[in-house]
């Protein structure tokens, strides 16, 4: 079960943090990926971390302005992305993915999206 | 860097009927790492196959996973209403990281 925080709304140029709070499996077994999606388009892979070891990947045209992070005493993992602009503009989903070691594989349970919405 | 296409963009059939949505890979994926989801409007994806192959736990054998090399099927026998929704395909377990095809949307006619 994954809980992601409330809709944003953000200025260009500024940060936004979301939140992904896991319960009823061991947060460190399993890593948390992030995908977003653009209004009526498809899915696109940000990134992934690893709880247990802190290893993360991420997608080459986010590198530089996200940032993956975990809380392993609150089971909590953050996606913070920076230098935002228009089209940010996604639905921002956190997934559990099968891996927790070197690299992001399938994901298998998914929160319900967190709306980012970027507009001056 | 793997692409995967994903055809056709939309398939329009009726309920009971049998569909194949297919995820080409740009280069040849000798690991299978190949997994299906499921989109419908509103919700978020629902993992259906991982391994090319092996069903997600809960997944009706109704949804089958096939494919290697550079081709994958993702085939649907006897369209129930509830399957019209968009599918995407990905490669994973890679670096760098594994990308989504675009996504099939299956149209009930």
């Known amino acids: 079960h994954l809980v992601q925080s409330g809709a944003e709304v953000k200025e260009p140029g500024a940060s936004v943090k979301v939140s992904c709070m896991a319960s009823?499996?061991?947060?460190?077994?399993?890593?948390i990926g992030w995908v977003r999606q653009a209004p009526g388009q498809g899915l696109e892979w940000m990134g992934w971390?690893?709880?247990?070891?802190?290893?993360?990947n991420y997608a080459q045209r986010l590198q530089g302005r996200v940032i993956l992070t975990t809380d392993r005493s609150t089971s909590t993992a953050y996606m913070e992305l920076r230098n935002l602009r228009s089209d940010d503009t996604a639905m921002y989903y956190c997934?559990?993915?099968?891996?927790?070691?070197?690299?992001?594989?399938?994901?298998?349970?998914w929160g319900a999206g967190t709306t980012v919405t970027v507009s001056s | 860097e793997v692409v995967l296409t994903q055809s056709p963009g939309t398939l329009s059939l009726s309920p009971g009927q049998r569909a194949t949505l297919s995820c080409r890979a740009s280069?040849?994926?000798?690991?299978?790492?190949i997994a299906w989801y499921q989109q419908k409007v509103g919700q978020a994806p629902r993992l259906l196959i991982h391994?090319?192959?092996s069903r997600a736990t809960g997944i009706p054998d109704r949804f089958r996973g096939s494919g290697s090399g550079t081709d994958f099927t993702l085939t649907i026998t006897r369209l129930e209403p509830d399957d019209f929704a968009v599918y995407y395909c990905?490669?994973?377990?890679?670096?760098?990281?594994?990308?989504f095809g675009r996504g099939t949307k299956l149209d009930l006619k």
């Open positions: 997934a559990r993915d099968i891996s927790s070691g070197l690299f992001s594989y399938y994901m298998d349970v």
């Open positions: 009823g499996y061991t947060f460190t077994s399993y890593g």
């Open positions: 971390i690893s709880p247990y070891n802190g290893n993360t």
């Open positions: 280069q040849t994926i000798g690991t299978n790492f």
């Open positions: 391994g090319a192959s």
């Open positions: 990905q490669h994973y377990g890679t670096s760098p990281p594994g990308t």
